[in-house]
């Protein structure tokens, strides 16, 4: 399933995510946001 973040949970998740965003911009990196889920024939495929 997915998790759930309670207002003071995501308050420092999205603290410490900008960090890291700011640190990255600095160094010149971009961010990429993917799909959270994946088609099941890509796990079939890759576990044989």
């Not at 420092?12 to 799909?35: C, K, M, N, T």
Request: hydrophobic letters at 30%; a negative charge; aromatic letters at 16%.
């Amino acid at each position: 399933g997915f998790r759930d973040f309670p207002p003071e949970d995501f308050a420092l998740r999205s603290h410490i995510q900008e960090a890291w965003r700011r640190v990255s911009r600095r160094y010149g990196f971009s961010e990429y946001d993917g799909p959270p889920l994946e088609p099941l024939e890509l796990y079939v495929e890759k576990s044989g």
